[in-house]
């Protein structure tokens, strides 16, 4: 199992940006994906999730209404749209997969929101 953060970049404070995770090495179609993200010293956060075909997403409250979650499941891959950044969204962007009863974590990418 694979997965490859990507998208991550310095953004003014309102502004947007698209997060992108390849997957690879398991049947991405069959499984719930999600985003987290982690600030300096602060504890790994569940951001978003999206059911395997879709149908179905869910997110933090912190981010709900600004941060989006999809899916293009011919590409193997999961997105998170970011809107309406805030400088505490700030944080290294990790996406998951369970399978085979055990997480798996991308390296993460590098959102800073500052001016």
């Known amino acids: 199992v694979q997965l490859v953060e990507s998208g991550g970049d310095l953004v003014q404070p309102g502004g947007s940006l698209r997060l992108s995770c390849a997957a690879s090495?398991?049947?991405?179609?069959?499984?719930?994906m999600s985003w987290h993200r982690q600030a300096p010293g602060k504890e790994r956060e569940w951001v978003a999730g999206i059911t395997n075909l879709g149908f179905s997403t869910t997110y933090g409250d912190s981010v709900k209404g600004r941060f989006t979650i999809s899916r293009d499941n011919a590409k193997n891959t999961v997105y998170l749209q970011m809107n309406s950044l805030k400088p505490e969204d700030t944080a290294v962007y990790f996406c998951?997969?369970?399978?085979?009863?055990?997480?798996?974590w991308g390296q993460g990418t590098q959102v800073t929101v500052s001016s």
């Open positions: 090495g398991f049947t991405f179609s069959s499984y719930y």
């Open positions: 998951n997969v369970r399978w085979n009863a055990r997480e798996y």
